[in-house]
């Protein structure tokens, strides 16, 4: 059962409405649900029964330090893409040989420091880079594992910018390469050459293009065995979509619909699963959306309501600088009211206080019809959200706080004008 529903007009998180929250905390506010995090995780433990596997949250799409305690102790390991992340991952509480570190352009000083720290293995992208790699870890006296990230040319449809495995992409080495690479990566000192690694893109909706990664992925795997390279580690990545539209049902609502229909995370991956389950590899995964996304909600404040000749705008004291997904990627996300009040739908531009266009949350959107003080939630807002914030506009960042039943606590407070 969802964490988020209305209990006579207003809406709750939990056992929180979500009123309370703004009354506490001021507003915009990030708000996240425990139950949902943890709901979430199971979910997607769930997809992959059955097929030995790790799953290494990727720390990039939410990177709260209490969140990142919550999801260690449920005993995943973390995926890293900097120092900094490593860092803040092994202060929460990961072990260190349950992080891996993906990502194309990693520093000396950070490799040094994964090494030092003694991570579990490094998703390469480049031959130069494991060259890099090995004569660090030689200077350190240490051996590195690395999973060569592999570019399988596939399309996985989405948003141009977080679609990673097309040819002309930056990620990965070309899949057809990946003999040649890895052969000379095990003749070097001190590389241990683990397998391989492929992170499609994000927010895939189709199982068919895991499917087809997984195909790709096992005939490769055949071929570098064929090959003389032992292939013992898999990572598939992340990327499993999320449902935004229409995520809050009520029949005060307006019905969203999204293009195709939402699948759990265990119907989109199910094929890939049984692909995958043949290779006779761990399989390491690298969820990150699908593990935070639910469990957030940026909620705003109306100030003001202005109308033109040609639209309704409702001005939120929330913009882009807290939440730049829609400006961004067009991203949905739905918008309630955090009181219903049975009036009628109007179309509006949910937009912020930035002094560009591209502020906005949401253009010609039917919601009941609002006004200066209501409250707003904005929902699946807990994966690129707070991460992704700025202080553009030298607007300091909202707060955090995460709702466990009745009870709510800061986890980040809000920034001062002073800190900026
Ligand atoms: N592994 C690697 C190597 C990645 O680069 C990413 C995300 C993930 C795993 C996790 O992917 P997920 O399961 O979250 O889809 N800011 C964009 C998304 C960028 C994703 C970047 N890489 C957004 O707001 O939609």
């Known amino acids: 059962m969802s964490a988020y529903g209305y209990r006579e007009r207003k809406f709750f998180v939990e056992d929180v409405p979500f009123d309370a929250l703004a009354a506490a905390y001021g507003t915009p506010l990030y708000v996240y649900s425990k139950k949902t995090i943890l709901g979430d995780i199971r979910r997607i433990e769930q997809a992959f029964h059955g097929l030995p596997h790790l799953t290494y949250y990727a720390v990039k799409a939410n990177a709260n330090p209490a969140l990142l305690r919550l999801i260690a102790g449920e005993g995943l390991g973390a995926d890293v893409g900097s120092r900094g992340e490593l860092w803040r991952a092994l202060q929460e509480g990961f072990p260190p040989e349950r992080c891996t570190f993906s990502g194309v352009g990693k520093r000396d000083d950070e490799i040094l420091y994964a090494l030092e720290q003694g991570i579990l293995a490094f998703n390469v992208e480049s031959t130069q880079e494991i060259e890099v790699i090995n004569e660090l870890a030689a200077q350190v006296n240490k051996r590195a594992r690395i999973l060569l990230r592999v570019n399988l040319d596939i399309d996985a449809g989405g948003h141009a910018y977080v679609s990673t495995s097309l040819r002309h992409n930056k990620f990965g080495m070309p899949h057809a390469r990946a003999l040649e690479v890895l052969r000379h990566a095990a003749s070097l000192s001190n590389i241990d050459v683990?397998?391989?690694?492929?992170?499609?893109g994000s927010q895939i909706?189709?199982?068919?293009?895991?499917?087809?990664?997984a195909e790709a992925i096992a005939a490769l795997v055949s071929g570098l065995r064929a090959g003389g390279v032992p292939v013992h580690d898999v990572d598939f990545g992340g990327g499993f979509g999320i449902q935004y539209h229409g995520f809050v049902h009520h029949r005060s609502l307006p019905a969203e619909h999204a293009e195709e229909a939402h699948l759990s995370t265990a119907e989109l991956l199910q094929p890939a699963v049984e692909v995958l389950r043949s290779l006779g590899c761990t399989v390491?995964?690298?969820?990150?959306?699908?593990i935070v996304a639910h469990?957030?909600?940026l909620l705003t404040r109306v100030l003001y309501r202005k109308e033109t000749a040609e639209k309704i705008f409702l001005i939120q004291d929330g913009a882009m600088n807290d939440l730049i997904r829609p400006a961004l990627y067009h991203a949905h996300h739905q918008i309630v009211p955090v009181e219903l009040v049975g009036a009628p739908f109007e179309t509006v531009d949910v937009v912020g206080p930035v002094c560009e266009s591209g502020d906005f949350f949401a253009h010609d959107r039917r919601i009941q019809v609002m006004q200066r003080g209501d409250l707003m939630a904005l929902m699946c807002a807990g994966a690129y959200g707070y991460v992704q914030s700025s202080t553009y506009n030298a607007r300091p960042r909202p707060a955090e706080v995460l709702v466990d039943g009745g009870t709510h606590t800061v986890i980040r407070r809000r920034q001062t004008v002073e800190e900026l």
């Open 194 to 200: 683990g397998g391989v690694h492929s992170h499609i």
């Open 205 to 213: 909706t189709k199982p068919a293009v895991f499917t087809k990664a």
């Open 284 to 290: 390491s995964i690298q969820p990150g959306r699908s």
């Open 295 to 297: 469990g957030g909600v």
